[in-house]
Every structure is written in structure tokens, then in C-alpha cells.
């Protein structure tokens, strides 16, 4: 029963946070929105209410009505519409730090001039269509002196901390595979018609689940893939160039082997049974033991940690939940501040805006690590023998 009210104390808290009054002592960082996409209320308005140095100060959606009522439903002091209104956006002199939830596809243009016209970004996953483009954004922030982000989020909440601390402690072992499932059902979350499927726009599951899959598979085995073993798609009926699913396996140094399971659209069980919710499993096994990661993309929900060892004929079994940092008991995740309710994308919040106050943030996705991601999440498209995401047309000008 205790835990059952614990639960929906959490959710709910972590949905409608406790408003905090902008801090008197420092300039609060004033963010832009480009575009009212299903993403930001989530990822930025929620956790803003809750952030003291945070004000969502813009929104631009090419119509003005939807930027109107995106603007009124969640509190954004200005609202722009219209062909132009992106490009408004970012000249507005109000305006600190860009958020950038486009399509895939938009990603590069839009960062680039966000970054041209002197204004920091906190960009949503995958950085872009190609990990050369990704290599000139950050390139082009360096030159700037700006800070630009890769929205990993999860990488910014202490659970998946601790279990690269468990898998470091020696405690199952030398790792020998790393298995990696993020599927969501059909119909629930994505209309036919969503971005995901759209070639142009950098659609595909490996783009998308497959950016969380390979990036916690290279942050848990803190390498690059090798080589990529094997890799087949299930192509989009209408393109077969739009892999609605994805299975590969990689190798890695020491021998460890990954795999990534990826699926946009999973059909009802036994084509009737309707399915609700995203499954988002990682298990690590040992040579003394396994530990299995149930939803570590969205933890702030629900989760756990399953770790299995073995000692002779005897297997012992324990069951570990990571909602604060102080649920990890030693290590630095210790000190991080953050409560059970924070989301990851508010321990991310609180990452970047330490950047941009000049703070040392606690973790941090760089710049080599966001190409990095591109690079493998191209390895398994190549493998596949689909092409890859199509580069932006779009060049600064000079
Ligand atoms: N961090 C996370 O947990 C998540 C991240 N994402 C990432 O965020 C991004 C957006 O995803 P999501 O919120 O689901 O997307 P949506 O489709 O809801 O939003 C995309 C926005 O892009 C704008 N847009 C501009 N040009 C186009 C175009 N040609 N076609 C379609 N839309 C266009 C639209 O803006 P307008 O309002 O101006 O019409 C739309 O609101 C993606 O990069 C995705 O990978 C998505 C979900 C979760
Ligand atoms: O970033 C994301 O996280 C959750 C997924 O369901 C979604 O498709 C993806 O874009």
C-alpha cells in the first residue's frame, strides 16, 4: 500500500513539480522553443516550473494560433507564428539558450544558425542526420564559445550510474554481452503519419529508440563499437529505406558483444491483444552473474535494477530502485543534488544550465560522444545496407 501511494506521489510530483520563484541573486537563463513539438512540455516547460534560474521566455511554430495556444497552455511569456517565426526565435534578444525538439532532419540547420546568431542549445536526440553534421555543430559552439547539448537525458539520472558502478565493482564478473530492448507499441504513441517514419525528416528506429540503445551500450562498456557483426531492418511498407525495426549486434574491445532490438510500431499479440506501454530492457551478463535494467530510458516512473550472481551451485538474487542520488550509497552520484521525483530531463536541465552559469555540471554528454553516437548508429545502418539518413542541403553563409 506504501509503496503504491510512494509511486503515484513520484509520478504525479514529477508531472506538476513544485514551482520555484526565480532566483534574485542571478540573471535566470531565458530559453526559446522552436516549435510546439509533443517533446517539450516533458522535456523543458515541466522541469523549468521547478528550475530557479530558468524562465521559457519563447515559443515559434510555423502557425501562430498553435504557438498562441502553446504559449497560453504552458505558461511561455511570447509567442511567434508564421514562415518566419523560427528565424524570430533566435533573434530575439530576450532569448539566452534555444531549445531544438525538430524533426531529426532539421536538427543541423536550425542548431546552426541558433548557434550563429550567439545562442547556446539544448539540442534533442539524435544531434542530427549524419555524425558529420554533428562534428560541425559542436565544431562551430567551440568556435563560438557556446554550450550545445545532446538531450541524452537518461545519461543525466543517477540510475544508469549505478549500474556502470555495479558492472565496475567487479560484482558479475568480466562483462561478456550487453543486450539492449526499446520497443513501442503500435498505435499508442506515433500516428502513421509521425516524423519517425519520414526518410527526409531522418526517420527510422535506429535514429530514434536506437540512439538510447547504442548510446547505453557504449556508456556501459565505456568504448566504440568495433564492428558491427550484423544488422537487419524491417523496412516501412511505403519505404524501404525507413527501418520501422531494428536488429544488430556489435563488437566491442575486451570482447564484449551488443545487441540493440528497436521497434516503432509492435504489433498487438496475437494481432488482437493490444499492447500499452514501451519496453525499455538492458541485461548485462557476466561470468559471474547478470544484471537486468527494467526502463532505464524514463526511470523517474518505475524501474529496477535485477542482480543475479552466482557462487557455486548457489544463486543469489537482489532487487536495487535508483530514484535519487541518495539511493546510491557511495560514490559521487552520492553528492549529485536531486529529488526521488526529478525526471531525467530535470537532472539534465540542472546539467545545462550549470554549463551555461559557468557551474560544473555532475555528468555531461561531450561533443565527442554525441559524434561518436552518430558514427555507430551509421555503422549499423551500413550494415543493414540502408542508406543513411539524408545530410542537410542547408549551408551558413559565409
Ligand atoms: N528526449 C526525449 O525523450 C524525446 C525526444 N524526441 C526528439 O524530439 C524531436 C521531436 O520529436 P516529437 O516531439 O515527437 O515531434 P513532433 O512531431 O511532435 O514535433 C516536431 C515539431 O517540428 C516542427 N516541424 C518543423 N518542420 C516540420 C516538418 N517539415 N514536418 C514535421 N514537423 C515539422 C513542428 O513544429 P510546429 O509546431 O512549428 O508546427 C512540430 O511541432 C525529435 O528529434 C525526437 O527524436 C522525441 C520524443 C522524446
Ligand atoms: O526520445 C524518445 O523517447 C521515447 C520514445 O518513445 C520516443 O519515440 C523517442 O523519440
Redesign the pocket.
Known sequence: MTSIFVFFKRVYTALNPPVTLISAQDEPIRFGVL?????TP??LTIPAKNHPEVIVAAVA???LT?AQEFAKKWGVEKAYGGSDAYQQLIDDPNVDAIYN????G??YEWTMKALAAGKHVLL??PSADTADETKKMFDFAKEKGLVLLE?G?YRFHPLIHRVKQIMESGEIGAIKSIEQIFVIPRGVYLKPD??RYDFA?GGGSMM?QGYYAINCLRFLASSEPTSVISASSLPHEKDSRVDVGMTASLAFPNDIIGSVSTHLSVPPRFGFIPRTLPKTDCKIIGEKGEIFVNNWVVPTFYHYIEVTTKDGDKTKKRVEKVYSPKDVKTGPVNEWKGENWWTSYRFQLEAFVAKLKGREPVTWISAEDSYANLKAIEMVYEKAGLPLRPASIFQLPA
Open positions: 516549435s510546439a513539438a509533443r517533446i516533458m522535456a511554430a510555423r502557425s498553435r525538439p525538430l524533426p531529426n532539421l536538427h534533442e536526440k538531450a537525458h509521425d516524423i525528416l530514434d
